[in-house]
Every structure is written in structure tokens, then in C-alpha cells.
């Protein structure tokens, strides 16, 4: 198995340091590189700005305005996020690969007006379109027969927000201080915050411990083939809509149910009701407490 590992803070001689400031985001840091061949500038749209490294050693760490994002796009790999000592964000990642070469996957980094994102991107496979990294929704990525899997830990500081994506790949954020997002497909989702969270997998439980009562929009908590569990903070006001297909309901917490709990669904209320708080499975019990 071909393994590469990102440097790790505090530990070897970086070939390459680059310092940058964005007005847009408020956001600065060191992106701290072994760069190879297969580095890449990248053009960058209006408002943000990129750039790339060979996925062969990669290491960021930088602070971002206070409310500002930082979001992390994988595909092929897991997602864990802790709490950082300090005010800065630390991204640091691992690729290995069986039968594909890591070091043609790089990581892209793109700042803009709500915080900043980093992306795995794979070769462009012949005949598609070109693989892009682009915040939230948008972006590009195809991985054709490579097997590289980029795994990224990330250390995040109290009242910075998450957003996690994956593929084929866990995520994990513990005893974070700022809100939630999190989505993949084949893999199971841990959440604990202060914040706000939602979670969305198709493959895998769901077991979120969220912090805050407030969640003005509603929140969402879905899977297909596994359980959820939700820990609310105390004093939260909700409707609760319940969907399941295999499996049932239980709330561990006072719930004033709306009618009574059938075989595939229950509707009711937390508190004095308030946003919709939707959790849905197929093959899974949903549990609130």
C-alpha cells in the first residue's frame, strides 16, 4: 500500500512557506507545503481566491473572521474535526492508495466571502468534464477506478461553523464550539456541539448531540440504512416530524405527541413547539432524549 502523510504540526522541515490575507473573508494563515510536480495555480473566480498544492504533503493552518465557515470536501476518505488549543485553524491530511498514486490527488484551497474551503480533487478522469473545487453545492468530482484515499483531520476553534462532506467516508466532530453540517453517503455521522447541527447520510447511523435550542430554520436528520439519535439542549421548542419504514420511535424526553405514534411515523412537540425538527430513516430506530 503507497501511503503519504500531510506534515504534521510541529514536526519536519517544510520546503515552502506561503503567507496570504483576504479582506473579503477575514480569514489568514500559512499554507505550509512539500510541493511536487503536479502543483497548480488556479484561476480564481470574483471574490475568492485559490490555490493548490500536491496532495504529497499538505498542511494549513491560519485563523478565519469570528462567524466565518470552513468547509471540508472529500470524497474517497474520513472527515474528523476537533476542537483547536487556540484561535487558529489547523487542516492537516493523510492519502494512501493500493493500486492509484496519491500524489495525483491535490488539495485545493479556495477563500470567499463566507470563510474558507478546502477539496481533494482527483484527475480529471478521459472524456469528462474537468474536475473543480467551488464552495457549498457547487464544484465538480469524479474519481473514475482511483482508489486514493485522502482522510482529513482539522482542528477548529470555538464559534468557527463546519460544514464536512464526504462520499465514501465517516465524519466525526467532537466537543466542537460553533454549528454543524454534515453530509456523506456510504458512512455514519458523530456530532457533538454547543452549536446547531444537521446531519444527512445514506449508509450509516446518525448520532448528533446538539447544543443549542435555537435553530430559527428547522433542522434535518436523515438516513436510509441506519439509526438516528438526537441529544436537544435543554428548553428546546420544536415540532417533531418522525418518518421510518424498518424500525420505531422513542423520546426519552417530554413529547407531546400529535394524535398517536403509528407504525412508520410520529408527529408531536417539544416544549412550546416552534421550527421543524425532521428525522427520517428507513432501516433504523429514531431515538430523542
Not at 500531510?6 to 489568514?28: K, P, R
Not at 464536512?164 to 456510504?186: I, K, M, S
Not at 455521522?189 to 435550542?213: R, Y
Not at 421543524?276 to 430506530?285: H, I, K, P, R
Request: proline share 3%.
Amino acid at each position: 500500500m503507497k501511503s503519504v502523510r500531510w506534515a504534521i504540526i510541529g514536526m519536519g522541515v517544510f520546503a515552502a512557506t506561503a503567507t496570504f490575507a483576504v479582506a473579503q473573508s477575514g480569514a489568514f494563515g500559512r499554507l505550509v507545503s512539500v510541493f511536487g510536480s503536479d502543483d497548480a495555480s488556479v484561476v480564481a473566480n470574483q471574490g475568492e481566491t485559490r490555490d493548490a498544492a500536491s496532495a504529497q504533503s499538505f498542511r494549513w493552518a491560519g485563523r478565519l473572521a469570528e462567524g466565518a465557515s470552513l468547509e471540508i470536501k472529500g470524497v474517497n476518505g474520513d472527515i474528523s474535526a476537533t476542537p483547536a488549543s487556540g484561535s487558529e485553524v489547523e487542516v492537516v491530511a493523510e492519502a494512501r492508495g493500493r493500486r492509484s498514486d496519491p500524489g495525483t490527488v491535490r488539495i485545493e484551497r479556495i477563500e470567499h466571502e463566507d470563510g474558507v474551503t478546502f477539496c481533494a480533487v482527483y484527475p480529471t478522469p478521459e472524456g469528462k468534464r474537468e474536475n473543480e473545487c467551488a464552495p457549498g453545492s457547487g464544484g465538480r468530482m469524479s474519481v473514475d477506478r482511483s482508489d486514493v484515499v485522502v482522510d482529513f483531520e482539522i482542528r477548529v476553534p470555538a464559534g468557527t461553523h463546519l460544514v464536512a462532506r464526504t462520499v465514501n467516508g465517516g465524519v466525526t466532530a467532537l466537543d466542537l464550539g460553533g454549528d454543524v453540517f454534515a453530509n456523506t453517503v456510504n458512512g455514519g455521522i458523530e456530532i457533538s456541539t454547543t452549536g446547531f447541527a444537521q446531519a444527512e447520510t445514506v449508509n450509516g447511523d446518525i448520532d448528533v448531540e446538539m447544543g443549542s435550542p435555537d435553530f430559527a430554520q428547522g433542522a434535518e436528520f436523515s438516513t436510509v440504512n441506519g439509526s438516528i439519535t438526537l441529544d436537544v439542549a435543554d428548553g428546546v421548542d420544536a415540532d417533531v416530524r418522525a418518518q421510518w419504514l424498518n424500525g420505531g420511535f422513542e423520546s426519552e424526553i417530554p413529547f407531546t405527541l400529535d394524535g398517536r405514534i403509528g407504525k412508520r411515523s410520529a408527529r408531536g412537540v417539544l416544549g412550546d413547539g416552534g421550527p421543524e425538527l425532521s428525522l427520517e430513516t428507513v432501516n433504523g430506530s429514531i431515538r430523542i432524549r
